[in-house]
């Protein structure tokens, strides 16, 4: 049997066989975008790991030839002391997952790679940042070491005291602002911080490992490689997949690219965008952009984003490219895309795309406009819509007027209102949502939180964008979320905003279009039946032909079933 299938735009294999998203990727090069080379090991792989309990026969000799065809392709070498090359390990199984399974980025960044990485570009810094992110990954995807158990040794190792972005006030990247981020990354110290954070990491995962990481790429990549098939069956992703009604024998693919540096210099990025608004479903661009990052640091929600149109003034080259890719991506699927992409020296690359999935609203606003843009026909446009978006169609705000009992403001990422008790952690909103409705309130979410976030009513984080993990689980599992509360702080059970000490168990409000976080249960205003669903309906009432002004869900119910009795 043959395990690993390139990803190349000729491949005949089906999305079961090598995931969504390299499905995606796959998608992409036939349309002529620019994807990083790599290969993708099939889910038949994972399927054997979790039968046997390790990598299946012959896996490691096509890891050896996929690798060696990837450095003639890119005239690197996995590890190598010369022109290194550093690889990104992405789960991606037929159904998305978001941020579910295990990712390991710069992977291949070993002793001899990073110095060799510093010495190509002239940038220590550059090099010692991407190292510190390997170990990053690398530790919690192959031990029990948490993100926020790194920060802190972070923190004590560079002299900066505890911070949930430490990593990032290790790299010049901090809270600190854009002036101060970009003095301290060019500081003569800064090197020598990232050194110090380097080996008190290194020392951390080597105890609790039982062993040094290997300084060997080929057996990261090994560990990286089980380690993303291993996290298929984590409490986090088993939860996910019965939320959504996704078999759990389906196993994921794992993605080998060749690593794009979003942190490379100050014309490089990360970013996610929408080709439509998915709260509205307005025709905008949508999403967020990091400059001098990585992918991580926006899907995360540990770092305060940029609005995407800023890419257009820092990297218009950039910004015209990822428009025309949006734009050939949507023609492509006849539908909304989402694209994560990644900039490096002013050059785009393209790391995953799918349909955008909106729901509610922007479900019957890109429905309709579709077709009023000839891309579909009206009937297509009905089958599109749900009775659930139309129950979630008109808009429901708090009536908060002139911002009287607000108590914080995000940004609303999933709209909708809701009221709930606060909770602090996903095990306090388990217990707590026996006895009623509980909103979520974190710094950021994390799959760590999957639990709490299916009990809960909505979200609430005090970090990350609209294409958080916060915002996106939110999205896809249609909870109001109200994300980047700037102004909210979350410390063991209780939250601070508006300069109050809520407890856990307090009361709140949330709004997931305007991004208001209130005290108590105020009282509630519905938007009148916007145009699009008025068209909508009335499309609906021409098919059925019944116009009895009955409830909007059971006027599209009656569509749907008389659109499937058709021949």
């Known amino acids: 049997m043959r395990w690993i299938h390139p990803l190349s735009p000729d491949t005949g294999e089906t999305a079961g066989a090598i995931g969504g998203k390299a499905y995606g990727l796959v998608l992409l090069r036939r349309l002529g975008l620019p994807v990083p080379p790599g290969f993708v090991i099939g889910t038949d792989a994972c399927r054997a790991f979790l039968r046997d309990g390790r990598l299946p026969d012959g896996l490691d000799g096509e890891l050896a030839v996929a690798v060696a065809a990837l450095e003639d392709t890119t005239r690197r070498r996995l590890g190598g002391s010369g022109r290194p090359l550093a690889v990104s390990v992405r789960s991606g199984g037929r159904e998305s997952m978001p941020g579910m399974m295990t990712t390991v980025l710069n992977l291949g960044l070993t002793a001899a790679a990073t110095a060799a990485l510093a010495a190509e570009t002239g940038d220590t810094r550059f090099a010692l940042d991407a190292r510190l992110r390997f170990l990053y990954g690398f530790a919690t995807a192959t031990t029990d070491l948490t993100a926020e158990t790194l920060d802190a040794v972070v923190s004590e190792a560079t002299g900066r005291g505890p911070d949930a972005t430490a990593v990032d006030e290790a790299t010049g990247h901090g809270p600190g602002g854009a002036a101060a981020g970009e003095a301290a990354r060019h500081g003569s110290g800064d090197a020598g911080r990232l050194s110090r954070a380097i080996h008190e990491v290194e020392a951390v995962i080597g105890r609790r490992a039982g062993r040094p990481v290997p300084d060997d790429a080929a057996e990261q990549l090994r560990l990286a490689v089980a380690a993303v098939f291993s996290s298929w069956d984590t409490p986090r992703a088993t939860t996910y997949r019965e939320l959504h009604a996704i078999p759990h024998d389906l196993g994921t693919a794992v993605i080998v690219q060749a690593m794009v540096f979003g942190n490379r210099d100050d014309r490089s990025g990360t970013g996610v965008a929408f080709s439509r608004d998915p709260n509205t479903g307005e025709r905008v661009p949508f999403g967020e952009v990091l400059f001098g990052r990585q992918g991580e640091d926006v899907v995360s929600g540990r770092s305060s984003t940029l609005p995407l149109r800023d890419l257009a003034d820092r990297e218009p080259g950039v910004w015209a490219a990822l428009l025309d890719a949006l734009d050939r991506v949507e023609a492509h699927h006849r539908d909304t895309c989402y694209l994560e992409f990644t900039f490096e020296a002013g050059e785009l690359w393209l790391l995953q795309a799918r349909p955008g999935r909106f729901t509610g609203a922007a479900a019957v606003r890109l429905a309709t406009d579709l077709a009023d843009e000839g891309v579909i026909g009206r009937h297509e446009a009905l089958l599109r819509v749900s009775p659930h978006d139309l129950r979630h169609a008109r808009a429901r705000r708090l009536a908060v007027a002139g911002g009287a009992g607000v108590l914080a403001r995000g940004l609303g990422a999933c709209p909708g209102v809701v009221a709930g008790r606060v909770a602090t952690t996903a095990d306090g909103a388990v217990r707590m949502a026996a006895e009623g409705p509980v909103i979520l309130v974190r710094p950021e979410t994390s799959p760590l939180d999957m639990r709490g976030i299916a009990v809960a009513a909505g979200i609430v984080t005090a970090r990350g964008g609209p294409a958080s993990h916060a915002a996106i689980v939110a999205r896809t599992m249609g909870k109001p979320a109200v994300v980047g509360v700037p102004d909210l702080t979350v410390t063991g059970a209780s939250v601070r905003a508006g300069g109050q000490v809520l407890p856990e168990g307090t009361l709140i409000s949330i709004d997931g279009t305007g991004g208001e976080v209130v005290l108590g249960s105020p009282s509630v205003t519905t938007a009148a039946t ?32 008389a659109l499937r009795r058709r021949p």
């Not at 669903?533 to 569509?559: F, M, N, Y």
Request: net charge negative.
């Open 530 to 561: 916007g145009p699009h669903l008025l068209r909508l309906l009335e499309w609906a009432d021409e098919v059925s032909g019944d116009a009895s002004g009955r409830p909007a869900d059971q006027r599209l119910h009656a569509a749907h079933a």
